[in-house]
């Protein structure tokens, strides 16, 4: 089992609807979440964390983490051409001293 | 600008040579990685330093050797490259070692290794 789960895409979404991102980690103490966005040839870069069950909105981003059910999602609300890239979910390491990432879920927004 | 550089940007070589990739950052920063993304996007640690110290090695072969000449700079030197070294090699920097909330990861732009 991989420690840290996406579906790999890619996801298809009509421009102005909702895209939902879903990552499943293994790490029972893991405490820390980060959703990273990368453009193609491009570095990633963090759109988000969480680390309190429950949701945590900014902007049109909404994370939202299940520590019971080992889950951790990101919504894109009014989705965007410019939303268009690969979303990588990271979990820290129970050490806490690093952060695992999942092979990310490729999205499309379509006009 | 304050960031995290990489150089070079194409590294393409052949099978058996040594090559060594460059990562500096201006973020003042105490930890800083590599990690390798292959094919699949797939993204991988390889190595954390935490003020010049080494804190993670995953199991990474001995070919891979960093060095931390300060908490600035973290150099990737690669002995005998193998195609399965074929990647692109991310150096990222955070403030404290990775994990806790609030300790975003700044990745500089990336070194695409190309193994013949």
Same mark, same amino acid.
């Given at each position: 089992?991989?420690?840290?789960?996406?579906?790999?895409?890619?996801?298809?979404?009509?421009?102005?609807?909702?895209?939902?991102?879903?990552?499943?980690?293994?790490?029972?103490?893991?405490?820390?979440?980060?959703?990273?966005?990368?453009?193609?040839?491009?570095?990633?870069?963090?759109?988000?964390?969480?680390?309190?069950?429950?949701?945590?909105?900014?902007?049109?981003?909404?994370?939202?983490?299940?520590?019971?059910?080992?889950?951790?999602?990101?919504?894109?609300?009014?989705?965007?051409p410019?939303?268009?890239a690969?979303?990588?979910?990271?979990?820290?390491h129970?050490?806490?001293?690093?952060?695992?990432?999942?092979?990310?879920?490729?999205?499309?927004?379509?006009? | 600008?304050? @960031?995290?550089?990489?150089?070079?940007?194409?590294?393409?070589?052949?099978?058996?040579?040594?090559?060594s990739?460059?990562?500096?950052?201006?973020?003042?920063h105490?930890?800083?990685?590599?990690?390798?993304?292959?094919?699949?996007?797939?993204?991988?640690?390889?190595?954390?330093?935490?003020?010049?110290?080494?804190?993670?090695?995953?199991?990474?072969?001995?070919?891979?050797?960093?060095?931390?000449?300060?908490? @600035?700079?973290?150099?990737?030197?690669?002995?005998?490259?193998?195609? %399965?070294?074929?990647?692109?090699?991310?150096? @990222?920097?955070?403030?404290?070692?990775? %994990?806790? @909330?609030?300790?975003?990861?700044?990745?500089?732009?990336?070194?695409?290794?190309?193994?013949?």
């Amino acid at each position: 089992q991989k420690e840290v789960e996406q579906n790999s895409g890619p996801l298809s979404v009509p421009e102005g609807a909702i895209a939902s991102l879903n990552c499943t980690y293994s790490d029972r103490g893991s405490q820390s979440f980060f959703w990273y966005r990368q453009y193609s040839g491009k570095s990633p870069e963090l759109i988000m964390f969480i680390y309190s069950n429950g949701d945590k909105e900014d902007g049109r981003f909404t994370a939202q983490l299940n520590k019971a059910s080992q889950y951790v999602s990101l919504l894109i609300r009014d989705s965007q051409p410019s939303d268009s890239a690969t979303y990588l979910c990271a979990v820290s390491h129970s050490s806490a001293s690093k952060i695992i990432f999942g092979s990310g879920t490729r999205l499309s927004i379509r006009p | 600008d304050t @960031a995290v550089s990489q150089t070079p940007k194409y590294l393409v070589t052949q099978m058996g040579n040594d090559k060594s990739i460059k990562c500096e950052q201006n973020l003042g920063h105490d930890t800083m990685y590599w990690y390798k993304q292959d094919s699949k996007k797939f993204l991988k640690i390889m190595f954390s330093y935490n003020n010049k110290e080494l804190i993670i090695n995953e199991t990474v072969p001995n070919r891979f050797s960093p060095k931390s000449p300060d908490k @600035a700079h973290l150099n990737l030197h690669i002995n005998s490259l193998e195609l %399965g070294d074929s990647a692109v090699y991310f150096c @990222a920097s955070s403030q404290d070692p990775g %994990g806790r @909330a609030w300790d975003e990861q700044f990745f500089g732009p990336g070194t695409r290794l190309t193994v013949l």
